[in-house]
C-alpha cells in the first residue's frame, strides 16, 4: 500500500509556470505507475500525464503536450509535473495517482488507480 501526497499548486497569471510534486509513503515505490489527472468543477477527471515505474515511458494528453513534462526520482519516492504556459483552461484540482504495474506499462484511466492523492489546486487567470 502506498499514501500519496500532493503539493506546489496555487495561482498563476497565463503563461505563467507551476510544478506539482507527489511524494509517496513506502519502500517499493519504484514498482508502482505513476499518473496525474485533473478535475475541473463540472467536469469528470481526466488524464493529465502518467509515468512508468522506472520513468523511460512517459505519456500525456494532447491538451498538455509540448507544455507539460511528467518526471520521477524513485530514491526520493517523488513524481514531478512541471507545467509551464499555463492557460486558463487548466484551472483543476490536480491528483496523482499509483498502482503497482508491470514494467514499461503507463495507465490512462483513472479506474486503474487504487491509490489517490488529496489533490492540489491550480488556478490560472487570464
Known amino acids: 500500500q502506498v499514501q500519496l501526497v500532493e503539493s506546489g499548486g496555487g495561482l498563476v497569471q497565463a503563461g505563467g509556470s507551476l510544478r506539482l510534486s507527489c511524494v509517496a509513503s513506502?519502500?517499493?515505490?519504484?514498482?508502482?505507475?505513476v499518473g496525474w489527472f485533473r478535475q475541473a468543477p463540472g467536469k469528470e477527471r481526466e488524464f493529465v500525464a502518467g509515468i512508468s515505474r522506472t520513468g523511460l515511458s512517459k505519456d500525456c494528453a494532447d491538451s498538455v503536450k509540448g507544455r507539460f513534462t511528467i518526471s520521477r526520482e524513485n530514491a526520493e519516492n517523488t513524481v514531478y509535473l512541471q507545467m509551464n504556459s499555463l492557460k486558463p483552461e487548466d484551472t483543476a484540482v490536480y491528483y496523482c495517482?499509483?498502482?503497482?504495474?508491470?514494467?514499461?506499462?503507463?495507465?490512462?484511466?483513472?479506474?486503474?488507480?487504487?491509490?489517490w492523492g488529496q489533490g492540489t489546486q491550480v488556478t490560472v487567470s487570464s
Open positions: 513506502g519502500r517499493t515505490f519504484d514498482t508502482y505507475v
Open positions: 495517482a499509483a498502482d503497482i504495474s508491470p514494467p514499461g506499462w503507463i495507465l490512462r484511466g483513472p479506474g486503474s488507480y487504487d491509490y
